[in-house]
């Protein structure tokens, strides 16, 4: 059987097939062109989100993500980060505007068994005696700390989830004994037991010294440039330093408006930083990674 759509199998067929060979060829060249065409399918979409409590955190906010996009969100302390990620996972009901993951019509309080999160919150949460395999697979139903029978299955896979956030070595150690940076890394093999369909990271580096921050980095940095099974993410942080090459696009969130959202190399700019920060700031760009100077 030939596919039309790989014009390589065309150019592999013998020469003395003639006119049905460039037929062939012409024919896979169109069907190329039309699938070309057709619109990319959103990994989550935000339309319009506002979230309103004693004043409004988030004002009329629109977001496309799609498969293969990396994204940064970046913003000041109090500019509503923590609230936009929360309401996109499901765990901050929305005043007006929806949240839509892929195609599929999920009820509101289903999103956060689509989108994996790995935030402060989730961490404080976990049983100290909670060994590391435990951790991850209570993701599956993102549920915190684990209990009964584990199917044959579900320890499949999470032996599976284990190697691919390089955790093998601690899936019998306790939580309560685990380094910041290794529960960071346990946080995101939880995430991800789930097949999130996006994976955002509150923050991350946040407690973790330099050493520990770069290691994680790194980490993430392999994850997400993986050729096969590399994960969506929003990377949130204030602090530019902390965006790794993998990232190619960026938000920028300031009094809950985004000043700016798109491609890292349009976004990233001196000027839309100042605007996001409030502040004269200068950014500088050194092989791949990104610092900025706060002007007195």
Not at 16 to 21: P, Q, Y
Not at 38 to 67: A, G, H, M
Not at 139 to 144: D, Q, R, S, V
Not at 246 to 272: M, N, Q, R, Y
Request: hydrophobic share 40%; proline share 4%; aromatic share 4%.
């Amino acid at each position: 059987m030939i596919l039309l759509h790989d014009t390589r199998c065309v150019d592999r067929l013998p020469k003395s097939l003639g006119n049905g060979r460039k037929r062939l060829a012409m024919a896979a060249k169109k069907q190329k062109k039309k699938s070309a065409g057709k619109p990319v399918k959103p990994v989550v979409e935000i339309k319009n989100l506002t979230v309103r409590y004693d004043r409004v955190i988030l004002r009329k906010l629109s977001w496309r993500i799609e498969k293969g996009q990396q994204w940064v969100l970046l913003g000041s302390n109090g500019s509503g980060k923590t609230t936009l990620l929360m309401a996109m996972a499901g765990y901050v009901t929305p005043t007006r505007g929806e949240v839509i993951a892929g195609q599929e019509d999920i009820a509101w309080s289903e999103l956060r068994k689509h989108i994996g999160v790995v935030s402060a919150s989730v961490a404080q949460r976990i049983d100290p005696e909670e060994t590391v395999f435990e951790v991850i697979l209570s993701g599956k139903e993102a549920m915190i700390n684990h209990w009964g029978k584990i199917p044959r299955d579900l320890r499949k896979a999470t032996k599976k989830v284990l190697r691919k956030v390089e955790a093998e070595h601690l899936r019998k150690r306790p939580w309560g004994v685990l380094s910041q940076g290794e529960r960071q890394r346990v946080l995101v093999g939880r995430a991800l037991m789930c097949k999130a369909k996006l994976l955002i990271l509150d923050e991350p580096c946040a407690g973790l010294d330099p050493v520990a921050r770069e290691g994680f980095l790194e980490f993430i940095n392999r994850l997400a440039s993986r050729k096969r099974g590399a994960p969506t993410l929003v990377f949130v942080t204030h602090h530019v330093e902390e965006i790794i090459p993998a990232i190619t696009h960026a938000a920028l969130l300031a009094d809950g408006e985004f000043v700016a959202a798109g491609p890292a190399e349009e976004v990233l700019k001196t000027s839309k930083l100042r605007d996001t920060f409030g502040s004269e700031v200068r950014l500088r760009n050194s092989h791949g990674r990104y610092r900025l100077r706060v002007d007195s």
